[in-house]
Each structure stands twice: as structure tokens, then as C-alpha cells.
């Protein structure tokens, strides 16, 4: 079957589903959405809702379905599986989320989609090595959100800190999606001047630098507890991000971001999942992009990954059809 390149699917209708698809209603690059959840009344309310603003946006058919609707979806959004509760870390839903993906794999391979499927669910670096294990769709068209968000939160953070537009701040995020995420203080920037000097052209030469990293490390670490706390769940950011990697996907933009996909060596890592920069664009992920990390970075990156590695090596990745 054709790809449709204006048709999204979106797979799974909870807080960060929902949110993920009224957020690419308004941004204009879809005509034709379908979303799917085990609850179909969900589905159908949250397509009815949505799709009441379309005359007051974008024209787009946003309507539930089922599984046979996703065959030609340009991009598969997958955010289905349990919610991260208080007190929670996103690797204490491993069990329960590769359960609820088992069957959903399993429809999609029996439905060989062409287009690209974007893995949202938590924990999302190790949902996204099974679902490219196990869709059928090949690794390069099958990669998670990653730590698009926990870089976001870094440049806000940054931008606040420094009163500058976070959009001229680059810096990435790297490693697991939780826990064991590496912030690249090393290569960061404001407009290709380094930090330090970015720092002192600000009035702020004397601050302890090192100081100000730590405390802006672990606030983007621990920004989604504070939030869930709070408000007990986070899915607006994350909907933004969902927006900001389909863009670079459906406009074939070839965007840097920092997206979780299968390592084969890169990094020297091997067989894990876990986000690094990558080239973006219409064929899904196209090559990496080898930033210089130092050598502290380099050595939390591996420790990342056998975070990742300990925590599904009792994950089974047969297909049973």
C-alpha cells in the first residue's frame, strides 16, 4: 500500500496522546488523522473534540479507527501504555508498557506499514529497540522521542539563565530518556560562542559554572517528577516535541535531534537504544551526527546504556504470530 504523506496515526488516546494529536491538528501538516485506543469511546471523544476546532484551524478528517487505518499513515505515533505515577521512574513501567507493545506490534507487522513509526511510550529508549525488533519496519524508520523534551527543558533553562532566546542556545541531551541522561556541557553553546565566554558577556564571569551546570542538570532531570507531582502527569511538552519531529519528518527538513534509535557501534554501543543527535527527514533517520562529547560524557554514556541494557535483558524479543 501507498503512503499517505498527510495522514498521521496516533496509537493510544491518554494524556500525552490526545495532547500529541491536538497539537498536530494546529500545526497544518496533516489533512487526515486516526486515532486508536483499546477504550473506542475515548478514541471517538477525543476525535470529536478535536476535530470541532478544525474550522477554527487547519482542514483535516480526524476520526477513530483501527488498525487497518495505519497501513498508509505517513508517521505511526505510538503513545499507548501506563501512565508514570508519582514517585515513579519511567524504567518501573518496563514490564507492564512491553506488554501492552507485544500486541500492538503484533497488528502492526500484520499490517506492513511503509511509512514511519515514532515511539512516545515510556520507558521510551526501550520500547523503541522492541518496536524496531519486533514491528517488521526496519530500525530506520522506527525511533522514539528520545530526549527531544529534556533538551528543550535544557535550552529553556539555559535561556532563562542567561536571558537569551533559548532558540539560539545549542546544547543537547544525550543517553536514556530518565535517570541516567548526559547533559553535552562540553559542546554547548549560545550562537557558536562557548559557554564560559557566554557567561562573562552576560555579567555573570564569576559564577561558579560548574555550580550552575549541576543545578540546571538535575532540574531538566527532575522537571517530570516536579511535574507529576504537581499535576500528576506532563504531555504538553511532550506534544510539542511529537509536532517538532513530525515537521522535520513530513518536510524532510533533515533536522539535528537528538531522537532515540538502535546503536550498532556508533558511540561504541552496541544493540541499545538511547538518543544521540540524528539527521531527521522524510525517510526517517538518516545518519548520526558524531558530536565530540568529553571524556567524563563519553563514560556516563556507556553507563547509560547498561542502565538500559540491565533493565530488558529478561525482555523477550521473539515474534509469536
Known amino acids: 500500500m501507498s503512503v499517505n504523506h498527510r495522514k498521521v496515526a496516533v496509537i493510544g488516546c491518554g494524556f500525552v496522546g490526545s495532547t500529541s494529536a491536538f497539537a498536530l491538528m494546529q500545526s497544518g501538516l496533516f489533512s487526515e488523522m486516526v486515532l486508536l485506543d483499546v477504550n473506542q469511546d475515548k478514541a471517538e471523544g477525543e476525535a470529536m473534540d478535536i476535530s470541532h476546532g478544525t474550522a ?18 505517513a508517521i505511526i505515533v505510538v503513545t499507548a501504555g501506563a501512565a508514570q505515577k508519582p514517585g515513579e521512574t519511567r524504567l518501573d513501567l518496563i514490564h507492564k508498557n512491553v506488554s501492552i507493545f507485544s500486541g500492538i506490534m503484533k497488528e502492526i507487522r500484520a499490517r506492513k506499514p ?29 525511533f522514539g522521542s528520545g530526549t527531544v523534551l529534556d533538551t528543550s527543558r535544557l535550552r529553556t533553562l539555559l535561556g532563562t539563565k542567561l536571558d537569551v532566546d533559548s532558540r539560539s542556545i545549542h ?15 562540553s559542546n554547548a553553546n549560545v550562537s557558536g560562542v562557548p559557554l564560559p565566554d557566554f557567561f562573562a558577556l552576560r555579567g555573570m564571569g564569576d559564577i561558579d ?25 506532563t504531555y504538553y511538552g511532550i506534544g510539542m516535541s ?49 558530536i ?30
Not at 523503541?128 to 517488521?136: D, E, H, I, L, V
Open 56 to 73: 477554527l484551524s487547519n482542514p483535516m478528517r480526524v476520526y477513530a479507527g483501527t488498525y487497518d487505518d495505519i497501513a498508509d499513515a
Open 114 to 142: 511503509e511509512g514511519i513509526m515514532l515511539v512516545v511510550a515510556n520507558p521510551v529508549d526501550i520500547l523503541t529497540y522492541y518496536a524496531a525488533k519486533t514491528s517488521g519496519m526496519g530500525e530506520t524508520r522506527v
Open 171 to 185: 546544547a543537547y541531551i544525550v543517553g536514556e530518556h530518565g535517570d541516567s541522561e548526559i547533559v553535552c556541557w
Open 209 to 233: 559554572l560548574v555550580a550552575a551546570q549541576n543545578e540546571i542538570s538535575n532540574d531538566v532531570k527532575n522537571s517530570a517528577y516536579e511535574i507529576i507531582a504537581k499535576k500528576h502527569a
Open 242 to 290: 511529537v509536532t517538532r519531529i513530525c515537521r522535520a519528518i513530513i518536510k524532510d527538513e533533515k533536522s539535528v535531534l537528538p531522537v532515540s534509535t538502535v546503536l550498532h557501534g556508533e558511540y561504541g554501543i552496541e544493540e541499545c537504544a538511547l538518543s544521540v543527535p540524528a539527521i531527521v527527514g522524510h525517510n526517517g533517520i538518516e545518519s548520526l551526527v558524531p
Open 292 to 321: 565530540s562529547m568529553s571524556e567524563d560524557e563519553r563514560t556516563a554514556l556507556d553507563n547509560s546504556s547498561r542502565v538500559l541494557k540491565e533493565n530488558m535483558s529478561d525482555i523477550s524479543f521473539e515474534v509469536n504470530d
